[in-house]
């Protein structure tokens, strides 16, 4: 439960954004000038950082930023990895998914790849507290619903 002393010292919140950004490529052009520039937030700033923070991913990575903007023109931010479905997609060699899943098949993939996008997934702040099996049963999830088969060995 939350202290007086805590209470008193958050900032009043104005918004909070989600942006899908570029690994590597925060620009004060659209998505990111628009979404920002509305509340007054440094956009200069946010780029630098959030390319600083991304560096390590290859470029046009889609990353997701949940952003929270205060009304002192402050504001902190959180860098999610990509989403399943787009590490799905780069592991099996396809641009789209099936349009009839359950019915046709675009790929197949191995439990292998399974388990390797659930480590790189368990590094997302909001996943970390997730087991590997669980992270591993949703992917085969999202798996079969894109039209990706999953088996044991190709």
């Not at 990509?82 to 993939?109: C, D, M, Q, Y």
């Amino acid at each position: 439960m939350a202290t007086l002393k805590d209470a008193a010292a958050r900032k009043p919140v104005l918004a909070t954004i989600r942006l899908i950004v570029p690994a590597g490529a925060a620009r004060p052009a659209p998505p990111v000038g628009p979404a920002l520039g509305f509340y007054r937030l440094n956009l200069m700033a946010f780029c630098k950082d959030f390319n600083a923070r991304t560096q390590k991913y290859k470029a046009e990575t889609p990353m997701q930023v949940t952003l929270t903007a205060y009304k002192d023109s402050t504001f902190e931010f959180v860098v999610k990895s990509p989403s399943v479905s787009w590490f799905l997609k780069k592991a099996a060699g396809i641009e789209t998914a099936s349009g009839r899943p359950g019915h046709s098949n675009v790929s197949s993939l191995t439990l292998r790849h399974v388990y390797e996008i659930a480590k790189l997934k368990q590094a997302d702040p909001f996943c970390k507290h997730m087991s590997l099996e669980a992270l591993c049963k949703s992917i085969i999830g999202t798996a079969n619903s894109m039209g990706i088969e999953i088996v044991k060995d190709l």
